[in-house]
Structure formats: structure tokens, C-alpha cells
């Protein structure tokens, strides 16, 4: 039994397929439930290639009431990913909820304002320290735990994306901020989306999802599809990982409650 909890649809102007096409491939991988989860409009910037304006956030959340009816044999989540951007926290609150979401996946894609997992902007990690972008970008991901605006902390170690390394050993900021989600009570991803991006490694890394285990965290599992080809990619590899770490079950969520089953 699995489940798809990071799905993506075309309205964030970079991903490719109608929603009905994800669920359809979900369906054939019979999945037991799936969960939409597209980027929330950003409330800094408007960037048509990153998110959907915030006009479109009803008519998401309406074509996911639609598919959920017109397909009972798979469970259809309601989900969001949503940047955690310090400060913005009151905001971010009252845009999330304003919609009765099941489940809200919290991610940091932006170190003061610098969009660090976008690839026109690699020019960033140009003559800086790797060390302190680490160090910046773990303690964001804490601070998103500790905000309690989120259920899911997205793609943990998203900031080894394009395989730029640290000269030190970032334990103890991993240690951090894995104290940070285990005291707010939340849960993280197994990502497999890093799969298929530079660094070749889901999110977190074996070695970081071993530490979740050990903390007592627990998972749900995403592919960060952003083609309906994409749903479901890799969890044969994710969930074998899951297993290894220690994992026997997988989150799940039901307006914004959380349960569990059985994974595998
Ligand atoms: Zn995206
Ligand atoms: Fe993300
Ligand atoms: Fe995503
Ligand atoms: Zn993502």
C-alpha cells in the first residue's frame, strides 16, 4: 500500500499534464491514495513560472472536489505545498486557511529572498561558503517546523540539489533541525524527486532518513511529479529505503489529521 503525496499540476506554470491524467496514472499504479499538493501562490513575489496566481487557488481546489467524486476507487487528497518565508508566517497562515486542505507539505525554496533550487539562479552559490548556505537553509527548514503552519516538512535536504558541498560536517544542523520537526510533532517526506535532479539522491539522504527514524519522526512518501509520467517514480527504491531506516507505516492525512498505514 502507497501513497503519492506530492503531486504537482500544470497551474504552477511549470509542470506538464491535466490533473486527471495524474490521478489516471496513479489509478494504474493503483495507488491508495493520492494527494495534490501544487505550490501555493507566493505572497512576496508573483512568478508565473513558480506558482499559480492566487485567483486559481479556488478553481485547484474545486477540479480536486471534482476528481475525488468522479473517482471513489482512489483516495484524492487535498494538499498544498507551501514556502515557509520568515515572517510571512500570519499571511501564509490566513491564505492556507482559507481552504479546508487535508494536508499542507511546509518547504524552504528561498534563502533571503534567493531562490537557491532554481537553476537560473546558481550564480548564488558563486563565491560564498557552502558551509553557511547549509547552515542558513537548515535553520530556515527548522523555523518552518517551530511556525506550526505545516503538517509535512517537503524535501528535507533540498539544498544538496545541485551537489554543492559542504568542506565540514553539517551533523549537527541536520541534528538541529531534525530536533526542531520532532518538537513540533510533524512529519517529513521521502521525496523521490531528487531522483532525477543533479544530486541523484531522494530527499532526505539515507543517511538523514535513518536520523528521522531514530528521533521518532514519521514519513509520507511524494514524488514531486511534475508530469503525470512522473507519480509514484522511484517508490519501489523509497519504500525499500523506508524499510531499511526502520519505517512500517506511512503518514496520512484527513483535513489536516493525521493517521497511519502500513507501508509497502
Ligand atoms: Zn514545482
Ligand atoms: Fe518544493
Ligand atoms: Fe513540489
Ligand atoms: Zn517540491
Redesign the pocket.
Known amino acids: 500500500m502507497s501513497v503519492d503525496y ?1 503531486i ?1 499540476t500544470s497551474r504552477c506554470g511549470h509542470a506538464e499534464g491535466s490533473m486527471v491524467e495524474y490521478v489516471c496514472r496513479a489509478r494504474d499504479l493503483a495507488l491508495k491514495q493520492i494527494g495534490f ?1 501544487d ?1 501555493l501562490p507566493l505572497l512576496t513575489k508573483q512568478d508565473m513560472t513558480l506558482t499559480m496566481p492566487v485567483e486559481q487557488l479556488d478553481g485547484y481546489v474545486q477540479e480536486i472536489e471534482q476528481l475525488r467524486e468522479e473517482f471513489p476507487d482512489i483516495g484524492i487528497k487535498t494538499g498544498i ?1 507551501a514556502d515557509y518565508l520568515p515572517g510571512m508566517e500570519r499571511d501564509t497562515a490566513q491564505l492556507i486557511n482559507s481552504y479546508g486542505f487535508d494536508y499542507v ?1 511546509g ?1 524552504v ?1 528561498f534563502i533571503d529572498g534567493w531562490g537557491f533550487d532554481d537553476s537560473r539562479y546558481l550564480e548564488g552559490y558563486e563565491n560564498r561558503d557552502i558551509y553557511e548556505i547549509y547552515e542558513e537553509y537548515f535553520g530556515l527548514v527548522a523555523g518552518a517546523a517551530r511556525s506550526g503552519l505545516f503538517d509535512v516538512i ?2 528535507l535536504d ?1 539544498i544538496k540539489k545541485y551537489n554543492f558541498k559542504p568542506d565540514r560536517d553539517i551533523t549537527d544542523l541536520v541534528e538541529g533541525t531534525i530536533a526542531a520537526i520532532k518538537e513540533a510533532g510533524i512529519c517529513i517526506e521521502i ?1 523521490t ?1 531528487g531522483l532525477r535532479k543533479p544530486t541523484g539522491e531522494m530527499y532526505p539522504g539515507h543517511e538523514i532518513l535513518r536520523r528521522c527514524f531514530n528521533a521518532g519522526i514519521p514519513i509520507t512518501l ?1 514524488s ?1 511529479a511534475h508530469s503525470p509520467n512522473q507519480v509514484g517514480m522511484d517508490f519501489d527504491m523509497a519504500i525499500a529505503v523506508a524499510k531499511q531506516a526502520g519505517y512500517d507505516r506511512l503518514a496520512v492525512f484527513n483535513k489536516r489529521e493525521r493517521d497511519f498505514i502500513a507501508l509497502g
Do not use: P, Q
Open positions: 506530492h504537482h499538493a505550490h505545498e507539505i518547504s525554496h517537503g524535501h533540498l521525496n524527486g511524494g514531486d
